[in-house]
C-alpha cells in the first residue's frame, strides 16, 4: 500500500507537469532557487567537518540552523506554501483502506517533493559534520533521520489541526488569539534580543543554542552535538526525545487521518445552515458592476476560509513593526514610522492573484460581458476599506510613537503611493500572471501541485516592479528623515502619490482592457478542472 | 428589454395549442411525440462557420457549420465527448476557437462581444458558481454584473426563485445546494436579465422531475413569445417531446441537423441517434460482476 501510494504520488506529479508544460518551467525555478540554498547549506555542513568538535561552533550552529529548518516546516505551509492535496486523507475516504496503512503511507509520499529532498539533502549532510568518529556519525544519521521525519509530519499534523481550526466560528477566534500571542511572544523575544544584541559573542549564541538543544525543535540536531562533548547521556537522552516526538507525531497524523477519512467533508463544509435573510451588502452598495463586484468580494471575506486569514492578518501584521520599536525602544524609534508602510505594501500585495481565488466561477464575469475595468476595481475595494480603517489609525500611532509630527503628512503620502503602486501592479498580474491556488472547498492550507514555481514568479514580478515604483519616493523621504534637505520632503512627497496614483490607475485601465479582450483566455488560466 | 420574451411568462400558452401535428410520414411508427411547432421567421439566432478547437492532439471540434434558427427549441445532441460542452462554450464566449465563427443575431461574439453577450443567457456545465453566496444575492449579482438597476433585479430574482422551487432556500448558502437546486439556481443566473438567446448546457441533469417539469414550462412560455433556447441533453426522449430542431454531433462534426421529424425520418430519435453515431458495444464478458468479492 506505501508503495502504491508513493507511485500515485509520482504519476500524478508526471502527469500533471505534462498536461501543463509550463509548470516545468516553474519546477525549475523551484529547483534553481532552492537548490541554491540547499547547495550552500550543504557546503557549509561539510566545511564544519574541518571545525573543532567539542568546543567549536560546529553544535550551536547546526542546532540553531536546524531548529529555524525545524520551524519553517510549520509556518511555511500554513503562511505561504501549504502542503500538497493530491494525497488528502479526504480523497481515500471511499477506499477501504485502514486508516494507520494509509497515514503511513502518505507520511512516506509527502518525501517526494522538493522541500523534503532539500531537508534530506541538508540532514544527511550534518553526518558528514559529525563524522569525526563512528559513533558520533550513527548518532548524527539516526538524528537526520529523525528530523526528516519530525518535519514532514510536523508539517502535516499542524496544517490539518490549523485547517479543522478555521472551519469553525471558535476555531477562527482561536486562531486570532494564537496570532495574538505569538506577536507578544515575538515582542518578549525581540526586547530580550535587543538586550543581548549589544554584546552577540560566541559565547551567548552557544549559551542560546544549548536552550534550544533542550526544545523539541533542537533535540534531534543537538544529539551529535553532545557526544561531541563527550557527554553521551545528553546525547541519548535527546534522540530518545526527538523518537519520542516523532512517535507522538506519528500518532497524532494517525488520528488525523482517521478522523479525515470518517468525515471527508467535514473539512469542506462552512458552518452548515447557515442562512443570511436579504441582499446583505448587495442591498446597500450603489446598483453597478463595480459595486456588485466589490459586494460580492467583501462577503466573500467574511465566508470564504481562504480569504479569512488574510482578512485577519492583513491589518494586524504591522503591529509586528510597532510593537518591536516599542520594546527597543531606544535610538531607532523613527523606524515605527514604516509601520504604515507596511501595511500598505500588504495592501497591494493582496489582490496579486485574486482571480485565481474565484476559479470557474469568473465564468459569471466572462458571459455577463461585464466591463474589465469594473473588475479590476470592484476587487481592490475590500483593500480600499483596509487601507482607509488601518491605515489612518497606523499613520496617527506612529506620530505617537515617535512625536514626529512633522513626518506625518509624507508617511501618509507614502502610504497611498505605496497601495496605490503595489494595487495597480496587482491589477496587472492577477490577469497576466495568475497561478494556481486551492478551491473554495479544499484545505486552505493546501498548494496545488506544481504551482510554487508559477507562483514564486508571479510574485518575483510583483516585487520587482512594486520596488521600481515605490524607491524613488522612499529614497528621497528616507534622505529627508536622515538629515536631507527640506526639498527632499515635498519631492517624496509628490513623487509617491503622483508615481502610485498613476500606476493604479494604469493597472485598472491597462488590466481592465486585457480582460476586455482575453476574459476567456484568463478562466482558462484560473480553471483548476481544465 | 421591455419587449422581451421573458416578459410574457406570466401568460405561458400551452406548446399544443400553438399548431397541429403534421401528420407522420409513410411507414412511421404511430407512438412517436407530435414536434414541437414554433413560429419561424428565417432569421438566424445562433450562426457557427468552420468552428474548430483543438486540446492538444485531440480534436474536440472540427470544423463545425451550424445554424440556430430564430424562435426555434433547439436541442444538441450527441455521444459523450463528442464536443457539444466545447461547441457551446464557443458559442457563448467562454472558450476561444482556434478558428471560425460564430455570431448571435448578427453579433460576432468574438469581435463584439458585448453586443452578443447581452444578448445571450448562459447556463454553463461543470463550472464553479460563487457559492458562498446566498441563493438571491448570486441571482442579484448576476443582474447587476449586467448593468441592470435593483429594483428590477430583485423582484426578477424573487420571482424566479418562486417559479423555480427555491424560495424557501433564497437565504442559504450555494454551497449547501444539492446538485439539482444548483443547477435550478445557474437557470435563475441566466434568466434574470431577460436574454433573448438562451444556451443550456445540460439544463436537466440532476434536477428532479418536479423541477423539471417547471423548467420546460418557463422555457416553452420563453419560446413561445419568440425567444430561442439551445440545450444540450443526452436524454433523447426529452429532446423530442419538448425541441422542434436538433442537431446531431459526433466527433465534433454534425452529422444530422433539422426540424425534429426531419432528423427522426419516421423512427424514433434515439433510433436515429444510434444509427448516426453508431459504435454500440454489445456487453461482453464482465461475468465476475455477479459474484460479489467480500
Given at each position: 500500500?506505501?508503495?502504491?501510494?508513493?507511485?500515485?504520488?509520482?504519476?500524478?506529479?508526471?502527469?500533471?507537469?505534462?498536461?501543463?508544460?509550463?509548470?516545468?518551467?516553474?519546477?525549475?525555478?523551484?529547483?534553481?532557487?532552492?537548490?541554491?540554498?540547499?547547495a550552500t547549506a550543504c557546503a557549509a555542513l561539510i566545511a564544519l567537518r574541518?571545525d573543532?568538535?567539542?568546543?567549536?561552533i560546529s553544535?550551536?550552529v547546526i542546532?540553531?540552523g536546524?531548529?529555524?529548518?525545524?520551524?519553517?516546516?510549520?509556518?511555511?505551509?500554513?503562511?505561504?506554501?501549504?502542503?500538497?492535496?493530491?494525497?488528502?486523507?479526504?480523497?481515500?475516504?471511499?477506499?477501504?483502506?485502514?486508516?494507520?496503512?494509509?497515514?503511513?503511507?502518505?507520511?512516506?509520499?509527502?518525501?517526494?517533493?522538493?522541500?523534503?529532498?532539500?531537508?534530506?539533502?541538508v540532514?544527511?549532510m550534518s553526518?558528514?559534520t559529525?563524522?569525526?568518529?563512528?559513533?558520533?556519525?550513527?548518532?548524527?544519521?539516526?538524528?537526520?533521520?529523525?528530523?526528516?521525519?519530525?518535519?514532514?509530519?510536523?508539517?502535516?499534523?499542524?496544517?490539518?489541526?490549523?485547517?479543522?481550526?478555521?472551519?469553525?466560528?471558535?476555531?477562527?477566534?482561536?486562531?486570532?488569539?494564537?496570532?495574538?500571542?505569538?506577536?507578544?511572544?515575538?515582542?518578549?523575544?525581540?526586547?530580550?534580543?535587543?538586550?543581548?544584541?549589544?554584546?552577540?559573542?560566541?559565547?551567548?549564541?552557544?549559551?542560546?543554542?544549548?536552550?534550544?538543544?533542550?526544545?523539541?525543535?533542537?533535540?534531534?540536531?543537538?544529539?551529535?552535538?553532545?557526544?561531541?562533548?563527550?557527554?553521551?547521556?545528553?546525547?541519548?537522552?535527546?534522540?530518545?526525545?526527538?523518537?519520542?516526538?516523532?512517535?507522538?507525531?506519528?500518532?497524532?497524523?494517525?488520528?488525523?487521518?482517521?478522523?479525515?477519512?470518517?468525515?471527508?467533508?467535514?473539512?469542506?463544509?462552512?458552518?452548515?445552515?447557515?442562512?443570511?435573510?436579504?441582499?446583505?451588502?448587495?442591498?446597500?452598495?450603489?446598483?453597478?458592476?463595480?459595486?456588485?463586484?466589490?459586494?460580492?468580494?467583501?462577503?466573500?471575506?467574511?465566508?470564504?476560509?481562504?480569504?479569512?486569514?488574510?482578512?485577519?492578518?492583513?491589518?494586524?501584521?504591522?503591529?509586528?513593526?510597532?510593537?518591536?520599536?516599542?520594546?527597543?525602544?531606544?535610538?531607532?524609534?523613527?523606524?515605527?514610522?514604516?509601520?504604515?508602510?507596511?501595511?500598505?505594501?500588504?495592501?497591494?500585495?493582496?489582490?496579486?492573484?485574486?482571480?485565481?481565488?474565484?476559479?470557474?466561477?469568473?465564468?459569471?464575469?466572462?458571459?455577463?460581458?461585464?466591463?474589465?475595468?469594473?473588475?479590476?476595481?470592484?476587487?481592490?475595494?475590500?483593500?480600499?476599506?483596509?487601507?482607509?480603517?488601518?491605515?489612518?489609525?497606523?499613520?496617527?500611532?506612529?506620530?505617537?510613537?515617535?512625536?514626529?509630527?512633522?513626518?506625518?503628512?509624507?508617511?501618509?503620502?507614502?502610504?497611498?503611493?505605496?497601495?496605490?503602486?503595489?494595487?495597480?501592479?496587482?491589477?496587472?498580474?492577477?490577469?497576466?500572471?495568475?497561478?494556481?491556488?486551492?478551491?473554495?472547498?479544499?484545505?486552505?492550507?493546501?498548494?496545488?501541485?506544481?504551482?510554487?514555481?508559477?507562483?514564486?514568479?508571479?510574485?518575483?514580478?510583483?516585487?520587482?516592479?512594486?520596488?521600481?515604483?515605490?524607491?524613488?519616493?522612499?529614497?528621497?523621504?528616507?534622505?529627508?528623515?536622515?538629515?536631507?534637505?527640506?526639498?527632499?520632503?515635498?519631492?517624496?512627497?509628490?513623487?509617491?502619490?503622483?508615481?502610485?496614483?498613476?500606476?493604479?490607475?494604469?493597472?485598472?485601465?491597462?488590466?481592465?482592457?486585457?480582460?476586455?479582450?482575453?476574459?476567456?483566455?484568463?478562466?482558462?488560466?484560473?480553471?483548476?478542472?481544465? | 428589454?421591455?419587449?422581451?420574451?421573458?416578459?410574457?411568462?406570466?401568460?405561458?400558452?400551452?406548446?399544443?395549442?400553438?399548431?397541429?401535428?403534421?401528420?407522420?410520414?409513410?411507414?412511421?411508427?404511430?407512438?412517436?411525440?407530435?414536434?414541437?411547432?414554433?413560429?419561424?421567421?428565417?432569421?438566424?439566432?445562433?450562426?457557427?462557420?468552420?468552428?474548430?478547437?483543438?486540446?492538444?492532439?485531440?480534436?474536440?471540434?472540427?470544423?463545425?457549420?451550424?445554424?440556430?434558427?430564430?424562435?426555434?427549441?433547439?436541442?444538441?445532441?450527441?455521444?459523450?465527448?463528442?464536443?457539444?460542452?466545447?461547441?457551446?462554450?464557443?458559442?457563448?464566449?467562454?472558450?476561444?476557437?482556434?478558428?471560425?465563427?460564430?455570431?448571435?443575431?448578427?453579433?460576432?461574439?468574438?469581435?463584439?462581444?458585448?453586443?452578443?453577450?447581452?444578448?445571450?443567457?448562459?447556463?454553463?456545465?461543470?463550472?464553479?458558481?460563487?457559492?458562498?453566496?446566498?441563493?438571491?444575492?448570486?441571482?442579484?449579482?448576476?443582474?447587476?454584473?449586467?448593468?441592470?438597476?435593483?429594483?428590477?433585479?430583485?423582484?426578477?430574482?424573487?420571482?424566479?426563485?418562486?417559479?423555480?422551487?427555491?424560495?424557501?432556500?433564497?437565504?442559504?448558502?450555494?454551497?449547501?445546494?444539492?446538485?439539482?437546486?444548483?443547477?435550478?439556481?445557474?437557470?435563475?443566473?441566466?434568466?434574470?436579465?431577460?436574454?433573448?438567446?438562451?444556451?443550456?448546457?445540460?439544463?436537466?441533469?440532476?434536477?428532479?422531475?418536479?423541477?423539471?417539469?417547471?423548467?420546460?414550462?418557463?422555457?416553452?412560455?420563453?419560446?413561445?413569445?419568440?425567444?430561442?433556447?439551445?440545450?444540450?441533453?443526452?436524454?433523447?426522449?426529452?429532446?423530442?417531446?419538448?425541441?422542434?430542431?436538433?442537431?446531431?454531433?459526433?466527433?465534433?462534426?454534425?452529422?444530422?441537423?433539422?426540424?425534429?421529424?426531419?432528423?427522426?425520418?419516421?423512427?424514433?430519435?434515439?433510433?436515429?441517434?444510434?444509427?448516426?453515431?453508431?459504435?454500440?458495444?454489445?456487453?461482453?464478458?464482465?461475468?465476475?460482476?455477479?459474484?460479489?468479492?467480500?
Amino acid at each position: 500500500m506505501v508503495a502504491h501510494l508513493l507511485r500515485l504520488k509520482l504519476t500524478l506529479l508526471r502527469n500533471s507537469l505534462r498536461r501543463r508544460p509550463s509548470q516545468l518551467i516553474g519546477l525549475a525555478f523551484g529547483v534553481l532557487y532552492g537548490g541554491g540554498a540547499v547547495a550552500t547549506a550543504c557546503a557549509a555542513l561539510i566545511a564544519l567537518r574541518f571545525d573543532e568538535p567539542s568546543a567549536g561552533i560546529s553544535g550551536p550552529v547546526i542546532t540553531l540552523g536546524g531548529s529555524v529548518l525545524v520551524l519553517a516546516w510549520i509556518v511555511v505551509p500554513m503562511f505561504a506554501y501549504g502542503t500538497d492535496p493530491t494525497l488528502d486523507p479526504s480523497r481515500f475516504a471511499t477506499y477501504a483502506i485502514p486508516s494507520r496503512t494509509l497515514a503511513l503511507g502518505l507520511a512516506v509520499s509527502a518525501l517526494v517533493g522538493l522541500p523534503a529532498l532539500g531537508t534530506s539533502l541538508v540532514a544527511a549532510m550534518s553526518i558528514v559534520t559529525w563524522s569525526h568518529s563512528l559513533v558520533g556519525a550513527l548518532i548524527a544519521a539516526v538524528s537526520a533521520i529523525l528530523v526528516v521525519a519530525t518535519c514532514t509530519l510536523l508539517s502535516r499534523v499542524g496544517t490539518a489541526w490549523a485547517s479543522s481550526l478555521l472551519q469553525s466560528r471558535r476555531g477562527r477566534d482561536a486562531i486570532v488569539t494564537v496570532t495574538m500571542v505569538l506577536i507578544l511572544g515575538y515582542i518578549f523575544g525581540a526586547s530580550t534580543l535587543g538586550g543581548l544584541a549589544g554584546a552577540l559573542t560566541a559565547a551567548r549564541v552557544t549559551e542560546t543554542a544549548r536552550v534550544i538543544s533542550w526544545t523539541p525543535l533542537g533535540w534531534a540536531w543537538s544529539a551529535p552535538w553532545a557526544w561531541a562533548e563527550g557527554n553521551l547521556v545528553g546525547a541519548l537522552l535527546r534522540l530518545a526525545l526527538a523518537g519520542l516526538l516523532v512517535a507522538l507525531l506519528g500518532w497524532a497524523w494517525v488520528r488525523a487521518t482517521a478522523g479525515i477519512v470518517l468525515n471527508p467533508r467535514g473539512l469542506a463544509t462552512v458552518s452548515s445552515s447557515e442562512r443570511v435573510e436579504g441582499l446583505g451588502l448587495f442591498g446597500r452598495l450603489p446598483a453597478a458592476p463595480v459595486w456588485a463586484i466589490a459586494a460580492r468580494c467583501l462577503t466573500m471575506w467574511r465566508r470564504d476560509p481562504r480569504y479569512r486569514m488574510s482578512a485577519v492578518a492583513l491589518p494586524l501584521v504591522p503591529l509586528i513593526l510597532l510593537v518591536t520599536n516599542r520594546a527597543w525602544a531606544g535610538e531607532a524609534k523613527e523606524v515605527a514610522l514604516a509601520t504604515p508602510l507596511v501595511l500598505a505594501f500588504f495592501v497591494g500585495l493582496g489582490p496579486h492573484n485574486d482571480v485565481a481565488y474565484d476559479d470557474s466561477a469568473f465564468a459569471a464575469h466572462v458571459t455577463t460581458g461585464v466591463p474589465g475595468w469594473a473588475d479590476r476595481l470592484g476587487r481592490l475595494v475590500p483593500y480600499l476599506v483596509v487601507l482607509l480603517l488601518a491605515g489612518t489609525a497606523y499613520v496617527v500611532a506612529a506620530g505617537v510613537m515617535t512625536g514626529r509630527w512633522d513626518a506625518i503628512p509624507l508617511v501618509a503620502g507614502l502610504t497611498l503611493g505605496v497601495a496605490g503602486a503595489g494595487m495597480g501592479i496587482a491589477s496587472l498580474t492577477s490577469v497576466l500572471l495568475p497561478y494556481p491556488v486551492p478551491g473554495p472547498q479544499d484545505n486552505p492550507f493546501s498548494t496545488p501541485p506544481g504551482s510554487v514555481g508559477s507562483s514564486f514568479i508571479a510574485q518575483m514580478v510583483f516585487m520587482a516592479s512594486d520596488i521600481a515604483v515605490c524607491a524613488p519616493g522612499l529614497a528621497l523621504g528616507l534622505w529627508w528623515l536622515t538629515g536631507g534637505p527640506a526639498w527632499a520632503r515635498w519631492a517624496s512627497l509628490a513623487v509617491s502619490v503622483v508615481l502610485g496614483l498613476a500606476v493604479l490607475a494604469f493597472g485598472i485601465w491597462r488590466g481592465g482592457a486585457y480582460l476586455d479582450g482575453n476574459a476567456d483566455r484568463v478562466l482558462a488560466r484560473v480553471n483548476r478542472a481544465q | 428589454m421591455t419587449e422581451s420574451p421573458l416578459d410574457a411568462m406570466s401568460t405561458p400558452t400551452a406548446p399544443s395549442a400553438a399548431g397541429q401535428p403534421l401528420p407522420p410520414p409513410t411507414g412511421a411508427r404511430a407512438d412517436l411525440p407530435p414536434p414541437r411547432a414554433v413560429a419561424r421567421t428565417g432569421e438566424i439566432a445562433i450562426g457557427c462557420r468552420g468552428l474548430v478547437r483543438t486540446f492538444g492532439q485531440t480534436v474536440a471540434v472540427g470544423g463545425l457549420d451550424l445554424d440556430v434558427p430564430k424562435g426555434s427549441f433547439f436541442g444538441l445532441v450527441g455521444p459523450n465527448g463528442a464536443g457539444k460542452t466545447t461547441t457551446l462554450s464557443m458559442v457563448t464566449g467562454l472558450l476561444r476557437p482556434d478558428s471560425g465563427t460564430v455570431s448571435v443575431l448578427g453579433h460576432d461574439v468574438w469581435t463584439d462581444p458585448v453586443a452578443a453577450k447581452r444578448l445571450l443567457g448562459v447556463l454553463p456545465d461543470g463550472l464553479r458558481l460563487f457559492d458562498r453566496l446566498t441563493g438571491l444575492q448570486l441571482v442579484t449579482y448576476s443582474g447587476l454584473l449586467r448593468g441592470m438597476d435593483r429594483d428590477t433585479v430583485v423582484s426578477r430574482a424573487h420571482e424566479l426563485l418562486g417559479a423555480l422551487g427555491l424560495a424557501g432556500d433564497a437565504s442559504a448558502l450555494v454551497v449547501d445546494y444539492s446538485a439539482g437546486m444548483t443547477k435550478k439556481i445557474s437557470l435563475a443566473c441566466a434568466l434574470v436579465h431577460a436574454p433573448r438567446v438562451l444556451v443550456l448546457d445540460e439544463p436537466f441533469e440532476a434536477v428532479d422531475p418536479v423541477s423539471a417539469s417547471t423548467i420546460k414550462e418557463i422555457l416553452d412560455a420563453f419560446v413561445d413569445s419568440g425567444g430561442t433556447v439551445v440545450l444540450s441533453s443526452h436524454v433523447m426522449e426529452l429532446v423530442e417531446r419538448l425541441c422542434s430542431d436538433v442537431a446531431v454531433i459526433a466527433a465534433g462534426q454534425v452529422r444530422a441537423v433539422g426540424t425534429v421529424d426531419e432528423v427522426r425520418g419516421g423512427r424514433s430519435l434515439e433510433e436515429r441517434f444510434v444509427d448516426l453515431v453508431g459504435g454500440r458495444t454489445h456487453v461482453q464478458g464482465l461475468e465476475w460482476l455477479r459474484t460479489f468479492s467480500d
